[in-house]
């Protein structure tokens, strides 16, 4: 929005953190400014994550983003067992980036 004050205009920006999602400037808002959960603090997704944000502008309260951590990317988060770049089971490392029976994963890392 643009706001006029006397001769000047201006310009609103969303508030980061404040758990109000503001597209397109924010990807996420998870109402904290905390690095590391998913939604960084400049409301951007974090890298090796994944974030299901969904907006409701009828909603009374807003819905904070789900940031879950991107299994089968091939980057292995220090969360995840393994991550051997796929989601098929059968192989080592499981669509939920654990290790199978029978299989030992080596190395990886956030490369």
């Keep these: 929005?643009?706001?006029?004050?006397?001769?000047?205009?201006?310009?609103?920006?969303?508030?980061?953190?404040?758990?109000?999602?503001?597209?397109?400037?924010?990807?996420?808002?998870d109402g904290n400014l905390d690095a590391g959960d998913g939604c960084g603090p400049t409301c951007l997704i974090e890298a090796l994550w994944r974030c299901d944000v969904s907006v409701n502008v009828s909603a009374v309260e807003p819905s904070l983003p789900n940031c879950t951590i991107r299994c089968g990317d091939g980057r292995r988060h220090p969360t995840e067992a393994c991550d051997d770049g796929n989601n098929f089971g059968g192989d080592g490392c499981s669509p939920e980036c654990e290790v199978e029976s029978g299989f030992e994963c080596l190395g990886g890392g956030l490369a």
């Design 1 to 29: 929005c643009d706001v006029k004050v006397g001769d000047d205009v201006q310009t609103c920006e969303p508030i980061c953190g404040d758990g109000i999602f503001s597209p397109p400037q924010e990807e996420c808002d």
